[in-house]
């Protein structure tokens, strides 16, 4: 994921120091709402739930904070933690899942508090994960007794992603064939191309989104599918000759930036695997 620091490997990784998370988003400290918000809008620190979470052995391994033109608004816009148990003992390889929180907020009113949790794949042990699915998650808004609902949600969310962890085992026995395979893929290719009104406009193909990234994945069983079909949607990289003003002209998908956007597709995806698994073994 393109939030994670090179702080955060699988094999010497540490969780970022205050210092660092200032510098990388600077919004996770705002204390009070932007000047634009109304009295009844509530401001929830972002920085005071992650030191809750410190407690219960969950630290941040990387963060990212949107871009905002307005400047007056940059200590209080929307930013985007990935948070990790870290000091369990834990020896991790590649192609291990791994269970982490997103926390997802903002102090000027450009999103609700959401604290999610996801299951990710190592790549590699310098850090690099492929987003599997949202498991689990709690919105609040920033209206009303915020700290309450916000640390019951917390505590819910962290005994769901324990929970998530069996999906890989399970989803590892389905098997797929070539048919299946590519009812996946047209289903993934609507939802990452599908615009606003609905259209789909790319040269990409649908039996594109099925291309392993590496050799590990030529599998055919519904987890290892469910991985490749997850990373060709959000990393880009997909090529292919289309026409643009009556010439060919080659295109190639670009890497998925925006947070919200992120968590959509990634959401998306977990849903239709998870439907696929419940119909293969009904």
């Known amino acids: 994921m393109t939030i994670y620091t090179n702080t955060a490997r699988f094999?010497?990784?540490r969780a970022l120091t205050e210092?660092?998370?200032f510098k990388l988003a600077p919004s996770i400290f705002a204390h009070a709402p932007h000047e634009s918000r109304s009295e009844r809008f509530q401001a929830i620190p972002t920085i005071e739930v992650l030191r809750g979470l410190s407690k219960e052995g969950f630290e941040c391994v990387g963060v990212k904070q949107s871009v905002c033109r307005d400047k007056g608004k940059k200590?209080?816009?929307k930013h985007l933690l990935r948070i990790r148990r870290m000091g369990d003992q834990s020896q991790y390889r590649v192609g291990d899942t791994v269970c982490e929180i997103l926390l997802k907020n903002a102090n000027d009113g450009t999103s609700r508090y959401n604290l999610m949790a996801g299951l990710f794949r190592i790549a590699c042990m310098n850090s690099l994960v492929t987003q599997t699915g949202t498991i689990d998650e709690v919105k609040v808004s920033h209206i009303g007794n915020v700290q309450e609902k916000v640390i019951e949600g917390t505590y819910r969310v962290l005994g769901e992603a324990?929970?998530?962890l069996v999906a890989p085992a399970d989803w590892s026995n389905i098997l797929l064939n070539k048919d299946e395979k590519n009812i996946l893929a047209e289903?993934?290719?609507?939802?990452?191309?599908?615009?606003?009104?609905g259209e789909i406009n790319t040269p990409i193909k649908p039996r594109q989104m099925l291309i392993p990234r590496r050799v590990e994945d030529q599998k055919d069983d519904l987890w290892t599918v469910a991985n490749v079909l997850q990373e060709n949607t959000i990393r880009g990289g997909l090529s292919a000759i289309g026409m643009r003003d009556y010439r060919e002209r080659r295109v190639t998908t670009r890497g998925i930036r925006g947070i919200d956007q992120d968590i959509r597709l990634n959401k998306a995806l977990w849903t239709?695997?998870?439907?696929f698994a419940a119909l293969k073994t009904a």
């Open 19 to 21: 210092d660092e998370l």
């Open 75 to 77: 200590p209080f816009t």
């Open 11 to 13: 094999d010497t990784g």
């Open 187 to 197: 289903t993934a290719h609507e939802i990452r191309f599908t615009n606003q009104n």
């Open 272 to 275: 239709m695997t998870e439907k």
């Open 162 to 164: 324990q929970k998530a």
